[in-house]
């Protein structure tokens, strides 16, 4: 199985600051000959089901804001919420979709300092 | 609007059985490869396990936790998806949720139900 590791665990960000939550694949998940990579992020708000941010590495969801960007390839990866907003409290997961099983990271809290 | 409503979730006791439901509307169902994903209380993210559109085959997938203790099924003239579980384990107490999750060349597919808890518990 891919083991998706992240780092950090969780993270106090100020209002309007910059958060960056990092993934690490066991193996690489580049899945196609243009450069796209199998990795997808999902947000979860208390009490709710995860959501799809960002899929393909840096693919943004239709309606996800555009303070919220993905990076990376291979076996590393980021998430940045580039300014980050009190409705951004949540756990951020990366997921590999590159072969099954598919494998979550062990979620980032972010919370507001 | 696209609903997902898992039910069938309870207390069941080590060894025990029980079968989930997820009642689909507002996708056309039986085009869509059909996931569940766990999560433990307080823990994160767990695929359970996917099945196919029976145009694509109808073929089902599992984590290696589940497997062969876990059904995955579908019932396309009710849009609805089914989760067997038995010989269930302490291990296997999360909450269940059903999805659509998955990704195309141009889109991804992330509707997901309420979720459903199951407690195994003696």
């Known amino acids: 199985d891919v083991v998706m590791t992240q780092s950090p665990d969780s993270l106090a960000v100020s209002l309007g600051e910059r958060a960056t939550i990092n993934c690490k694949s066991s193996?690489?998940?580049?899945?196609?000959?243009?450069?796209?990579?199998?990795l997808a992020w999902l947000q979860q708000k208390p009490g709710q089901p995860p959501k799809v941010l960002i899929y393909w590495a840096s693919t943004r969801e239709s309606g996800v804001p555009d303070r919220f960007s993905g990076s990376g390839s291979g076996t590393d990866f980021t998430l940045t919420i580039s300014s980050l907003q009190t409705e951004d409290v949540a756990v951020y997961y990366c997921q590999q979709y590159y072969n099954l099983p598919w494998t979550f990271g062990q979620g980032t809290k972010v919370e507001i300092k | 609007e696209v609903q997902l409503v898992e039910s069938g979730g309870g207390l069941v006791k080590p060894g025990g059985s029980l079968r989930l439901s997820c009642a689909a509307s507002g996708i056309t169902f039986s085009y869509m490869w059909m996931t569940w994903v766990r999560q433990a209380p307080g823990k994160g993210l767990e695929w359970v396990g996917r099945?196919?559109?029976?145009?694509?085959?109808?073929?089902?997938d599992y984590a290696a936790p589940v497997k062969g203790r876990f059904t995955i099924s579908r019932d396309d003239s009710k849009n609805t998806l089914y989760l067997q579980m038995s010989s269930l384990k302490t291990e296997d107490t999360a909450v269940y949720y059903c999805?659509?999750?998955?990704?195309?060349?141009?889109?991804?597919?992330?509707?997901w139900g309420q979720g459903t808890l199951v407690t195994v518990s003696s």
């Open positions: 999805s659509t999750l998955g990704y195309s060349v141009t889109r991804s597919y992330d509707d």
């Open positions: 099945i196919k559109s029976k145009i694509d085959g109808g073929t089902t």
């Open positions: 193996q690489s998940v580049s899945c196609s000959s243009d450069n796209k990579n199998c």
